[in-house]
Each structure stands twice: as structure tokens, then as C-alpha cells.
């Protein structure tokens, strides 16, 4: 007998997939019900299930990432509410999909066409779809730069965002962050922070230092020939080693 | 055939570009149009100078005895030519004038140079020989010297007054330009965080399976189908409200976001528990429209939705002296992964710019950590400020 899986994090969804299967596919067996991704990937590697229908935004694992790893030993049908780029790429054939809620007219076909490659002789082998599931992960990833930076001030930790930030300093093993009126440190190192900065706002200006473009007040030539930052609304100033002298020049 | 003066024209093209590239923008366009206004009145420029001239001359030739036309002539063009340029440097180059002790040295030591220069040529074309110019106190040459000093002094101060008045000039027009850019700023600001918050409002995942769920229950002539539609309606209705006025009471700010809450919970079912503190006092403070639901959105799609087990959210409000304090506490994942704190802020970035541009710095956002886990956002209001007008 044909096995399944279904994955739905929303209970009302998960039951009307299953009532809805339990109409258009009476005979399937339905061996394991998940509410996210984690134990979905469990329950089909304890399972192993034919077909699995699997919600796309689900808590632990996405229902992309979890078919990332069935990889081609299950028949894999994504469910969806709305996903832009996935349903785009599905409506090519890319991958069997349904719409929630799903309706069973809808189903019906999707099952027609299931129980097709399943019970033909020989069976087909379920489509490999880790690599248009690459694809659609990589679309979805986070904007590149970093806008709220996890510190800690005193024993709290707080959630600073960059355009707070005046400067930060390297300090050891840490990194101090300076804001209008308060001092933060993070444990990542000053190198590694900049990766995650946006570069046109947050300038290395020092080994050791790096400043947010946007509070700098204005750079003061010193008579010992240095250059210096004020910075708005706060005391402490920064110096800018000679290699970075090209930033502040005038033009 | 190439004229003979076309290096010379090349020449001064080259310094002309040279020089105007080395000048600020503004300062730039300032001579470019002080240009083309002489280019356009050349001729009334040519009669007006030509007439102060006539005008200088005829003073020097009857007001000072012994002169006669020519030494007149000579003498009020070179006056009027030296003063003409001195103050049109100054003025498109008042940034080069300091006052300071060189400048002092400069203009004194070149003025009574000058003089003494000038004295010397008067003695000798005279008497042919400059014995005894500067014999005692009262020689010529003293009385040269002094000249010289008023003169210098003169039109040192001549510069420094024109210098001030041009710097005042600038920089009223500095604050002018500089006010309305930062108001600009301040309506841009608040026309986009409004479109951000419209778009988040029918947000597709969220409307689409809350519309899916709805459809569901109703199929099922299930009694939540009415509950959650009513939901759904006052939950659209507020954030359109918000979105066309200022300002709102933190009641119906606290009712809007019961109502999203109570759809998130007839959709995430046992993963989310939620509860709502509001003191009756506070009922009506003002406060701008569609903040709070921000913090709750975020904490539920950031905190809530991608815990396994879901959690819990607490909203409170308090005053603390004469400031308005609201709070949402959740107890989801956190802050933990880099990927959340990159993407986590999008509606939490729209309430920070709103926030700086209706209370400047008065106003704060701050986000914390929520042992053991999850994250408690703070928003602190100051009371008396009349919303609307911007800081």
C-alpha cells in the first residue's frame, strides 16, 4: 500500500490536507502527521513514505530544505499559501505543488499523476529536486548587509541597530561598539564584523577601528598633522591612520 | 592660419578650467553666472565703469590741487581698478581671508611698501634724488609711511566688513537650504514608513492563509469561521485607518493588535498563547498609529513562527514619570542566528524612522534579550509632545 507523509505547521491546514487526501486517495496509507520541519525529516527517515506533502514555511526546517534531503527516495508535492519565486518555478513543472487550502478537484489530479509513476511497471523513480530547491533557497536568502547587531551592555544583551552605531573599536578579543550614549561589545572580532557592514556606510578608517560615514561631525587636520573624527553628539574621537587619508579628502 | 594669440587663448582656457574645477560647487556656479550677468550687460558694465571713472578722475583733477587731467586719469583708474578687484577676490574668495596676524602683516607691510615705493618715485622724478626724505620726524617720508599705514589699514577693514557680510549671507542661506532639506527628509520619511506599512499590512503569506483558514472553517460550518472573519475585518480596518491618520489612542492600538493576535491563534493553535495588559488609565494616550503592531508582527513572524514549539507573547504599557512605556515580550528563538538579526529588522526599521522623524531623539526603540530565550522590545514615548508636528 502506498504510504505518506504530511508536514503542515497550521493544525486547520494539516487536517484539510489529510481529509481531503482521505477523499481523493482512500487507499493511501497517511503514516505520519508534522507540525514543522524537524520531526517531518524524522518521521520520513523512520517511515520512509512514497509521497510526502510538505508546507513550505514551516519552524525548524522549511518544507524546501526538509526536500532538499529526501532528495529522489520520495515523491515530494509542496504545499503553499503563497511563495512567489516557488510557485513561479512549480508552474513550469519544475515540481508538483498545491495551493492552500487545498481543494480536492485540485487534488485529484495531483494524485492521478502520482499514482501514475508510482504503480506504472516498472515504477519511475521520484524526481530529484535538491537542485531547483538550491536555487529557490538561494533566492530567499537575507539581505547582505547587517542591520541590527546582537551586543551586549552590561549583562543584557540588546539589539543594536547600525545607524545607531558611531564607531567600533577593536579591544582585544572583542569588539567595543560606541552609540549616542551608550557602549556595547561584541566577541567577534573587528575583521569579521566588517564583512556583514555595509561598505558605504562603514568605513575602516584604522586597523583597529571602523566608523559609521553617516555621524561623523566632521575631520579635523590637527597641528601635528593628524587627522581626526568628531563624532555628533559624542566626545571621544577617532584617528585616521594615513593609509585612509584618500577617504576624507577634499574634491 | 592659427592667430598668434591662440596659445595665449589656449593658455588662459586652461587656468580658467583649472581654477573653477579647484572651487566648491556652489561657489562654482556663483562666478559661472556672475559671468555670463557681465557677459549679458556688457555694454551698460562698460558706460556705468566708464562713467564712475570720469566721475573719479574729475574729483582728483578739482579737488586736489596741482593735478592735472592726465595724472588723474591714471591715478582714479588704477584706485578703482585696485579696489574693483580686491573686492570681487574677496568676495568669491572670502574663504581664503582669515583673520589672524599674518593676514595683519601682509596687508599693513604691502600697503606701507607700496607707499614708501610710491613716495620714493614721487622724490625723485621731482628733485631727482631721495637725500633727505627720511630725515627727522616730520620728513616726507614718515608722513609717507603713515599714509601708508591709514591706507592699508583702510582697506583691511574694507575687506573684513565685506568678508563678514558675505559669510553672514552664505550662511543664512546655508540654514535655509539645510531646513528645507531636513524637512524634505522628514515628509519623505513618513510617506515611505506609511507605503511600508500598507505593504505589510496585506502582507500575501499572512492574508492568503488566513483567508485559506477562514475558507476552511466555514466548509466546515465550523463556529470560529465567523470569529476569525470579524477578526480579519477589524484587524484590516485599523491598520486603514492608520494608515490615513497621525495619530491614534493606544486602546485601539491594543484592539488591533488583539485582533491580529486572536488570528494568529486560531491559526498557529496550541503554539501561540498571547496576553494583553492595557491599564484603563492609558486607554486613551495618543500615539502614532500601527507601532505596536509592528513590535507584534515582528515578534510572531521573527520570534514565534520559527520556534518548534511556538511560545508565548505578553503586551503591557505603563508610565514611568512622563513617559510612555510599551512593551512586547515573546518567547521565541531569539536573536540568536546572524540570518534572523540581518532580516529581522524590516518592521522594526520602519517604526525607528517613524519614531525619529515625529519625536527626533525624544522617543526610543530598544530590544533586548528575554531569558532563556525569545526578545522583549521597548518602546518609550514622551507624553507631552503634540504628535504630527515634527520635531
Redesign the interface.
Known sequence: MTTALIADDEPVMLARIRNALAEAWPELNVVAECRNGVTALEAFHAHKPDVAFLDIRMPGKTGLEVAAEIGDSAHVVFVTAYDEHAIAAFQNGAADYLLKPVEVARLRETVARLRKRIEQQPASAPADLTALVKSLLEQAKPAAHLKWIRASVGNVTRLIHTDDILFFQSDNKYTRIVCKGADAFVRTPISELREGLDPERFWQVHRGAIVNAHNIDRAVREESERLVLHFKGHHEKIVVSRQYYPLFKQD | MTSPLTPIRQWYAALEARKLAALTPELREEVLAFDASMRRHKWRMLGASFAIWMAAAAAFRFGVNDTGWVEALVLSFLLLAATGFSLLSVWFGHYKFRLNTRMVLKVVGLSVAGALVGGMIGRLSRRGTLDGMFDGLGSVGSRVFIAGLIVGAIYGLLILVVVQMRRRLLQARHAALQRQAEADRTARQLADARLKLMQAQVE??F???TL??V???AEGKAPEAAALTRELITFLRAGLAGLRTETTTLGREFEMAAAFLAIMK??????LAFSLALPDALAGEPVPPAMLISLVENAIKHGL????D?GSLRLGAQLEGNTLCIEVADTGIG?GT??N?????VG??NV?ERLAAIYGEAATL????NPPHG?VSTLTLPRTKAIGSPA
Open positions: 500575501p503569506h492574508l492568503f492563509n485559506g483558514t475558507q476552511d472553517l486560531t491559526r498557529m493553535g496550541d503554539r513562527e520559527p520556534a518548534l511556538g536573536l546572524a540570518a538579526v540581518a532580516s529581522g529588522g522594526l526599521s525607528r530598544s530590544i533586548r534579550d526578545v
